[in-house]
C-alpha cells in the first residue's frame, strides 16, 4: 500500500464517504466549540493534522476567505498554500478564537500563536471520538486521514479541478491528486453524472 492509496492492502477504503463525512460534521456540530472549529477545519480544508494544529491567527486570510497552512511534508520549510474556505468556518473561528481582535491588535506573539493548544495525539483521540459519536463503522477508513481523503473527493465530484484540488491538498505532484479520481460506488457515480450531463 502507498501513502496515497484510497485502499489498504486487502481492499478496504480509507476514506469517509459522502454520508459518514456529513454524519461527523453533524456530531462536531453538538461538540465543544474548540473541538467543533477543529472538525470544521480538517472537513473543510482537507489539511493533515499537524498542519491544522501549526495554523496561527496570522494565517486566517479573513477578506481572502483562506486559512493558510504550512505544507509540513514538503522537505523543506516555508512552503505554504492558501485554500478556500466557507464563510461560516471564518465567522466560527472568529467567534470562538477571536481571530479579528488578535489582528486587530497586531500583537506578533498573540497572531504567531497556536489557535489550538494540543498535542497530536490529543487530536487524533479526538477526531477518532467524533466518529464515533458520527456512528462511522470501524475499518482504516475511521482515522483522520479518511477526513483529509473525503476533502479530496468531496473536492473532485464537486468538479474543482485536479490542479487546483492539488494545490489546496499541497501534493508534490498532479499524480498525488488523481487517485481521487479512482473513488468508486457514490462518490464515482458523481464523477460520471457530470460527464453524461
Partial sequence: ?????????????????????????????KA???????????????????EALALTPKRVDVS????????????????????????????????????????????????NGLIWDMSRATAWRMIKRMMDQAGIQDGPHKMPKGLRHAYGIHALSSGVP??????????ASMEV???YANAIGEEQQAIAAKMWG
Fill in 64 to 111: 481572502g476567505r483562506t486559512l493558510v497552512f504550512e505544507t509540513l511534508k514538503k522537505r523543506r520549510s516555508g512552503v505554504f498554500r492558501a485554500v478556500p474556505v466557507p464563510p461560516g468556518l471564518l465567522d466560527a473561528l472568529d467567534l470562538v478564537h477571536g481571530i479579528r481582535e488578535i489582528q486587530d491588535r497586531q500583537n506578533s506573539k498573540e497572531l
Fill in 162 to 171: 485536479l490542479n487546483m484540488l492539488s494545490k489546496w491538498m499541497g501534493h
Fill in 32 to 50: 465543544k466549540r474548540e473541538t467543533r472549529t477543529f472538525c470544521h477545519v480538517l472537513a473543510f480544508t482537507g489539511c493533515r493534522i499537524s
Fill in 177 to 179: 491528486t488523481a487517485i
Fill in 1 to 29: 500500500m502507498t501513502d496515497n492509496a484510497l485502499f489498504d492492502a486487502q481492499g478496504r477504503r480509507l476514506y469517509l464517504t459522502r454520508e459518514e463525512r456529513e454524519e461527523f460534521l453533524k456530531a462536531a456540530e
